[in-house]
């Protein structure tokens, strides 16, 4: 299940290896803890309807690009820093990716997790 990021018909593929984070516990979690994500990896957090998305980095050791969506359409994207940062946007889905995951990626292009 790949995320592909498809600017007017160029396609290319930004994460290779996803989760999702489907219940109240894992998206609460989140990326949390963790040492480290592999280069290719996507955390994807689904929501049921479009809403305002809030993503913090407490207790986040590592930097990472987080899209936000709605629709498969970027709503914003942003390069979050350890421990210090948070963003929100209005999304029926947010995805996390290490930092530099996300270059080239602007609001309102498409991505799609497949």
């Known amino acids: 299940m790949p995320v592909v990021h498809d600017p007017e018909g160029r396609s290319r593929t930004i994460a290779a290896t996803v989760d999702r984070a489907e219940t109240m516990?894992?998206?609460?979690?989140?990326?949390?803890?963790?040492?480290?994500?592999p280069e290719d990896y996507a955390l994807v957090f689904p929501f049921d309807s479009v809403g305002r998305?809030?993503?913090?980095?407490?207790?986040?050791?590592f930097p990472l690009d987080v899209i936000w969506l709605a629709d498969e359409t970027v709503q914003r994207?942003?390069?979050?820093?350890?421990?210090?940062?948070?963003?929100?946007?209005?999304?029926?889905?947010?995805?996390?990716?290490?930092?530099?995951?996300?270059?080239?990626?602007?609001?309102?292009?498409?991505?799609?997790?497949?």
Do not use: C, N
């Open 25 to 37: 516990f894992e998206q609460s979690r989140g990326l949390m803890f963790r040492r480290s994500i």
């Open 53 to 61: 998305r809030f993503i913090h980095m407490l207790f986040v050791r």
């Open 77 to 114: 994207v942003s390069t979050l820093h350890p421990w210090r940062s948070m963003g929100y946007a209005k999304a029926d889905a947010v995805l996390e990716l290490p930092a530099g995951a996300a270059d080239g990626v602007e609001a309102g292009d498409s991505v799609v997790v497949e």
